[in-house]
């Protein structure tokens, strides 16, 4: 059974800074291309981050850029985006997922709240 399971969500204020974790189970891990996307309410599911299998090669949203970083341990089947400088507007509900040849996964998604 896969289970992608977020991590590391909650309310910061503006400026302020989270780390979010998604643990995968279930999957050969380091086969996976590993995704954040996030979705705020009335808006569509948004890519964020990615990372290759590898680690080596990551690509962001414009609207991040500079300001997360998405990194993976394949050891620990374990993929990180550490969010700074965070903006209201990157309020949503954040989710993982993990695209393979056998298939693509998703996570169960973690609230992230920026609010003064």
């Known amino acids: 059974q896969v289970q992608l399971v977020e991590s590391g969500g909650g309310l910061v204020q503006p400026g302020g800074s989270l780390r979010l974790s998604c643990a995968a189970s279930?999957?050969?891990?380091?086969?996976?291309?590993m995704g954040w996307y996030r979705q705020a309410p009335g808006k569509q599911r948004e890519l964020v981050a990615a990372?290759?299998?590898?680690?080596?090669?990551?690509n962001y949203a414009n609207s991040v850029k500079g300001r997360f970083t998405i990194s993976r341990d394949n050891a620990k089947n374990t993929v990180y985006l550490q969010m700074n400088s965070l903006k209201p507007e990157d309020t949503a509900v954040y989710y993982c997922?993990?695209?393979?040849?056998?298939?693509?996964?998703w996570g169960q998604g973690t609230q992230v709240t920026v609010s003064s």
């Open positions: 997922k993990a695209d393979g040849l056998r298939g693509s996964y």
């Open positions: 279930g999957i050969t891990f380091r086969m996976y291309t």
């Open positions: 990372i290759s299998s590898s680690g080596g090669s990551t």
